[in-house]
C-alpha cells in the first residue's frame, strides 16, 4: 500500500524530518482558523511519525475541535513571525498535544 512518487522524498513527511531541517510543525484549527507553528521536539509523539498525522492527535486550545490540520512549516520562523511582519498580533495559545494515553498503538 505504499505509494512513493518520484519526487525524491520517499514517503510522507515526519516530525524527524521537521526537527533536522530546523522547521517548525504548522497547526490549523479547520473550526475556527486558528493556527499556530509548534517545536516538532516538544511534541509526545516519535519523530518517525508523519506529519500529516499529527494532527489527528492534537486539539485546538482555543475551540476544542480536533479538526486540526498539520503540516510543514509554511512561513520562516513561523506563524506567529510572520504576523509580526505583518503587523498582526497573535495572542494565541497553540494547539495542544492529546494525552499519552490517546496514542494508539501502531
Ligand atoms: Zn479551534
Redesign the pocket.
Known amino acids: 500500500m505504499k505509494r512513493e512518487h518520484h519526487t525524491g522524498v520517499p514517503g510522507p513527511v515526519t516530525l524527524g524530518d521537521l526537527a533536522s531541517a530546523g522547521k517548525l510543525l504548522w497547526c490549523w484549527?479547520?473550526?475556527?482558523?486558528?493556527e499556530r507553528d509548534l517545536e516538532p521536539a516538544s511534541l509526545p509523539l516519535p519523530m518517525t511519525y508523519p506529519v500529516p498525522d499529527v494532527g489527528t492527535r492534537m486539539v485546538?486550545?482555543?475551540?476544542?475541535?480536533r479538526?486540526?490540520r498539520t503540516a510543514p512549516e509554511l512561513y520562516p520562523g513561523g506563524i506567529v513571525a510572520q504576523r509580526a511582519r505583518w503587523g498582526v498580533s497573535t495572542a494565541t495559545p497553540p494547539?495542544k498535544p492529546l494525552s499519552a494515553s490517546d496514542h494508539s498503538p501502531t
Open positions: 484549527c479547520s473550526a475556527c482558523g486558528r485546538c486550545s482555543a475551540c476544542g475541535s479538526k486540526v494547539p
